[in-house]
């Protein structure tokens, strides 16, 4: 069958004889009609699939470019939405978790950072937000939104003075590429304990806690009492993961997490300095510039205004 001759053989048209040549080309002719039309037909029926196509992923566009630039991406809108109106479109940020093992084969459980090995640790390995939002501890000591953290972005440009619409050169809360300002939220959390500068402690925590029983609170009883009244914190409940662990020698653990204990800065931050009941007259010089309230953004109580501040 693969020989050249066979294959000519069969495609030679079949003998025909004369008096049937008329009534054969009309057949044919109509065949070739009803082909044509046919092709005609499916092109044209290709034609409309493809433009309705074309319209589907037009509109996709426009509705991603609309939804990038979301009024809820900007201020003001941005400072009252719900974390609900932000996951409608985000809710992979909550979904999504680490792979139980990398594609090569390297398991998340067998390489745990120094910062998932504190005692306070629990669970397995997790996300970023999954961490600060929905894990036990995020939901016991803290109560962080969307926007405690997120202010806002330009979708357009991630550099300061890049165009004539960004952020100035000098806006030094819109940190280049970054989406959150890091200095004014994360050091919050995971800055330096100010250890021998401020507590006048006689060294780093780690060396001198065993001194003071492992515990924040034989100081704190005393000294700046009104802390934590920001929205984004369980104030009573930090208080009381201190406390449940005196009688162990763990109460610092809880607060050591976010004073020092995991810090990706190699400096503390400058926390304001809220009145407390019973503090002393006259502000220490390392005080002078602090502010005498935490963030107006984040206070859960209205600030009692004294005449010489503000
Ligand atoms: C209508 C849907 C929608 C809503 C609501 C929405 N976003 Fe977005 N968001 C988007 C889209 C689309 C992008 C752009 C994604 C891209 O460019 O790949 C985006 C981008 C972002 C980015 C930047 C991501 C990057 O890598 O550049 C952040 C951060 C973000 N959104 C946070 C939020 C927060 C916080 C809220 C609530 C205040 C919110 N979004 C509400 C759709 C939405
Ligand atoms: C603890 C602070 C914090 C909280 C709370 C937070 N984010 Fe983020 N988010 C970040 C940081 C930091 C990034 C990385 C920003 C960058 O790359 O510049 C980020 C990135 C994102 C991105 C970009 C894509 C990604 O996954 O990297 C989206 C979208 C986003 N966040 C949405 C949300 C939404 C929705 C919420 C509320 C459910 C939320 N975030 C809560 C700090 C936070
Ligand atoms: C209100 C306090 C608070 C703020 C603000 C905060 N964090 Fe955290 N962060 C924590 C606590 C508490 C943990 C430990 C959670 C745990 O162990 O379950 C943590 C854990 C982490 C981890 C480790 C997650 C893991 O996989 O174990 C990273 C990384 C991190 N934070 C980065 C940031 C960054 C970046 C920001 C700023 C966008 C930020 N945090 C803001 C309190 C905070
Ligand atoms: C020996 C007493 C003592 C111990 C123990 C102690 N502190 Fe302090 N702490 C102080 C004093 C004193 C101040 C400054 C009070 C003031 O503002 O005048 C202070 C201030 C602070 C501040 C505010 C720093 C600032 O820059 O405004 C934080 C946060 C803090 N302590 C956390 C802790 C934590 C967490 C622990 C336990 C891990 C702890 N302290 C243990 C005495 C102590
Ligand atoms: C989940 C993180 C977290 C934990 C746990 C935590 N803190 Fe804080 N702490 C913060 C943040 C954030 C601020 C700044 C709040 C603000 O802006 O007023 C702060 C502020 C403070 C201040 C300064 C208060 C002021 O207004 O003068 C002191 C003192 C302090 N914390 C001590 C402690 C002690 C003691 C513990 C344990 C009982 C503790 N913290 C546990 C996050 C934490």
New binding site residues.
């Given amino acids: 069958m693969i020989s050249g001759s066979g294959t000519a053989a069969q495609l030679a048209p079949p003998p025909t004889p004369p008096d049937n040549v008329m009534e054969n080309s009309v057949k044919w002719i109509l065949v070739a009609l009803v082909v044509a039309a046919s092709i005609w037909g499916i092109g044209a029926g290709r034609e409309i699939r493809q433009a309705a196509e074309r319209e589907r992923v037009a509109d996709q566009g426009g509705q991603l470019l609309r939804a990038t630039y979301s009024p809820l991406h900007f201020n003001p809108a941005i400072d009252s939405a719900t974390d609900q109106q932000c996951l409608a479109c985000h809710k992979e940020v909550l979904e999504e978790k680490p792979r139980v093992a990398s594609p090569a084969g390297v398991r998340a459980a067998d390489s745990v950072a120094w910062y998932q090995r504190t005692s306070t640790y629990n669970g397995e390995q997790d996300s970023f937000h999954r961490r600060h939002l929905v894990t036990p501890m995020a939901k016991n000591l803290m109560n962080l939104r969307c926007n405690t953290c997120h202010q806002g972005h330009d979708p357009r440009e991630e550099a300061q003075g890049a165009s004539a619409t960004s952020a100035s050169q000098t806006d030094t809360g819109f940190t280049l590429r970054k989406q959150v300002n890091p200095e004014t939220i994360c050091l919050k959390c995971h800055g330096q304990?100010?250890?021998k500068e401020?507590?006048?402690?006689p060294g780093p925590?780690p060396e001198?806690?065993d001194m003071?029983q492992?515990?924040?609170l034989?100081?704190?009883a005393a000294?700046?009492t009104k802390?934590h009244q920001v929205n984004y914190l369980n104030a009573d409940a930090i208080e009381d993961a201190a406390k449940a662990g005196q009688a162990t020698k763990t109460g610092?653990e809880a607060?050591?997490g976010?004073?020092?204990?995991r810090p990706w800065y190699r400096i503390?931050?400058?926390?304001?300095?809220n009145p407390w009941p019973g503090?002393?007259e006259g502000t220490?010089e390392?005080?002078r510039l602090?502010p005498q309230h935490s963030e107006l953004r984040y206070l859960t109580q209205p600030v009692k205004s004294t005449a010489a501040e503000h």
């Fill in positions: 304990m100010p250890a401020i507590m006048g402690l925590w001198v806690k003071f492992n515990d924040c034989g100081c704190h000294f700046r802390r610092a607060c050591y976010c004073h020092g204990g503390a931050y400058p926390y304001a300095r503090m002393p220490p390392w005080a602090r």
